[in-house]
């Protein structure tokens, strides 16, 4: 049964709310006013009574910064170094709007909310958000809620999953044309960085990100086989990058002189254990070859549209590229239509003759 008490102190008066149920812990509260502390009695009692009391208490325990810290000190370091970084920011801001709240307030209404403050924020790149940022500041808080209740047990729902997110647009597909491919090549060939014809290269012969590039070191690299293995990629799973034609001579070149002080294949020139930055020529490059509207990830781009339509299948071009859905690949099966249009032809001169 709960018992309320009247509390004279310097402040003023209080109530405090204790709660005795047969084989059931001691539970109590203050409150400044009774009628508060009689809500709370009438509705803790009836929670205790039903067994959901206790599996909320672990929630008004812990606040959001307490989350957020964790998971950052716990969970972050296992991912890839670009992912820690942008999870991290995308987890402060959470921390610096809601941090002070119990993760028992944390409901889908106040996520909402700052989901539209943080859609409307200013960025340096415009007057606010992208559709694209929210959902990622979005999918970074709900992981943390997702790992609180598997494995820490300090909330029974997450909040996220309820919340609406905003629509992306669709996704980018610009791919270099033939004479655009030619011109970038060539004035990649002809830069005074060594490292950037390759890089290019390998970009648009494999698809591999440009962090993953930067990344792999020689004994990733199997020559005889014709394989590059990423070990670092940014949904955590290893890949095999086929390595073949022009990109492996380009390989095996360079392999021939290859710097002692370091086994990356493009290190830095002042910090051979850092990999090389080709931001400057990668922009003197584009100049050149007079190509525009064109970013260093729309090679990845320029590789799955290739596949596409040299015939590859949205689930070759998807493994390829190492993602773990289709999802991301159908933005590639216009590319395709020509060769879906070939398979059909073969089927009906296979079933009705020429």
Not at 104 to 131: K, V
Not at 266 to 271: L, Q, R
């Given at each position: 049964?709960?018992?309320?008490?009247?509390?004279?102190?310097?402040?003023?008066?209080?109530?405090r709310?204790?709660?005795?149920?047969?084989?059931?812990?001691?539970?109590?509260?203050?409150?400044?006013?009774?009628?508060?502390?009689?809500?709370?009695?009438?509705?803790?009692?009836?929670?205790?009574?039903d067994?959901?009391?206790?599996?909320?208490?672990?929630a008004?325990?812990?606040?959001?910064s307490?989350?957020?810290?964790?998971?950052?000190?716990?969970?972050?370091?296992?991912?890839?170094?670009?992912?820690?970084?942008?999870?991290?920011n995308?987890?402060?801001?959470?921390?610096?709007?809601?941090g002070?709240?119990?993760?028992?307030?944390?409901?889908?209404?106040?996520?909402?909310?700052?989901?539209d403050?943080?859609?409307?924020?200013?960025?340096?790149?415009?007057?606010?958000?992208?559709?694209?940022?929210?959902?990622?500041?979005?999918?970074?808080?709900s992981?943390?809620?997702?790992?609180?209740?598997?494995?820490?047990?300090?909330?029974?729902?997450?909040?996220?999953?309820?919340?609406?997110?905003?629509?992306?647009?669709?996704?980018?597909?610009?791919?270099?044309?033939?004479?655009?491919?030619?011109?970038?090549?060539?004035?990649?060939?002809?830069?005074?960085?060594?490292?950037?014809?390759?890089?290019?290269?390998?970009?648009?012969?494999?698809g591999?990100?440009?962090?993953?590039?930067?990344g792999?070191?020689?004994?990733?690299?199997?020559?005889?086989?014709?394989?590059?293995?990423?070990?670092?990629?940014?949904?955590?799973?290893?890949?095999?990058?086929?390595?073949?034609?022009?990109?492996?001579?380009?390989?095996?070149?360079?392999?021939?002189?290859?710097?002692?002080?370091?086994?990356?294949?493009?290190?830095?020139?002042?910090?051979?254990?850092?990999?090389?930055?080709?931001?400057?020529?990668?922009?003197?490059?584009?100049?050149?070859?007079?190509?525009?509207?064109?970013?260093?990830?729309d090679l990845?781009?320029?590789?799955?549209?290739?596949?596409?339509?040299?015939?590859?299948?949205?689930?070759?071009?998807a493994?390829?590229?190492?993602?773990?859905?289709?999802?991301?690949?159908?933005?590639?099966?216009?590319?395709?239509?020509?060769?879906t249009?070939?398979?059909?032809?073969?089927?009906?001169?296979?079933?009705?003759?020429?």
């Amino acid at each position: 049964m709960a018992t309320i008490r009247e509390q004279k102190g310097k402040t003023g008066i209080t109530y405090r709310v204790e709660i005795r149920l047969k084989g059931h812990p001691r539970v109590s509260a203050n409150f400044e006013r009774k009628t508060d502390a009689r809500k709370w009695a009438q509705k803790t009692e009836s929670d205790i009574r039903d067994g959901r009391y206790f599996k909320t208490r672990e929630a008004h325990r812990h606040t959001l910064s307490e989350l957020v810290e964790r998971y950052i000190r716990d969970v972050l370091p296992s991912k890839a170094k670009w992912t820690k970084q942008g999870q991290t920011n995308q987890l402060e801001w959470w921390k610096n709007q809601i941090g002070n709240h119990s993760l028992a307030d944390i409901t889908p209404a106040l996520i909402a909310e700052y989901r539209d403050r943080l859609a409307a924020e200013p960025t340096p790149r415009g007057p606010s958000r992208s559709p694209a940022t929210v959902v990622r500041y979005l999918a970074a808080l709900s992981h943390a809620f997702t790992i609180a209740i598997k494995e820490w047990g300090w909330v029974e729902e997450n909040p996220v999953q309820k919340v609406s997110k905003p629509k992306e647009p669709r996704g980018r597909v610009r791919f270099l044309s033939e004479d655009e491919r030619n011109h970038l090549l060539k004035a990649c060939k002809q830069s005074t960085n060594k490292d950037l014809y390759p890089a290019v290269v390998l970009a648009l012969s494999t698809g591999a990100r440009q962090q993953e590039i930067m990344g792999i070191r020689w004994p990733d690299a199997d020559i005889n086989r014709g394989l590059i293995i990423l070990h670092k990629t940014k949904n955590g799973e290893r890949r095999a990058l086929p390595l073949q034609g022009h990109a492996l001579e380009l390989i095996k070149e360079r392999r021939k002189v290859q710097r002692l002080d370091t086994n990356l294949i493009f290190p830095g020139k002042v910090n051979p254990q850092k990999p090389i930055d080709l931001r400057n020529p990668w922009m003197k490059a584009l100049e050149v070859a007079d190509i525009t509207d064109f970013h260093w990830h729309d090679l990845r781009h320029s590789a799955a549209s290739y596949l596409a339509m040299n015939g590859a299948t949205l689930a070759e071009i998807a493994e390829i590229l190492g993602h773990k859905t289709l999802q991301m690949v159908k933005r590639y099966s216009h590319l395709s239509d020509q060769h879906t249009s070939k398979v059909v032809a073969r089927m009906n001169a296979a079933i009705f003759g020429d």
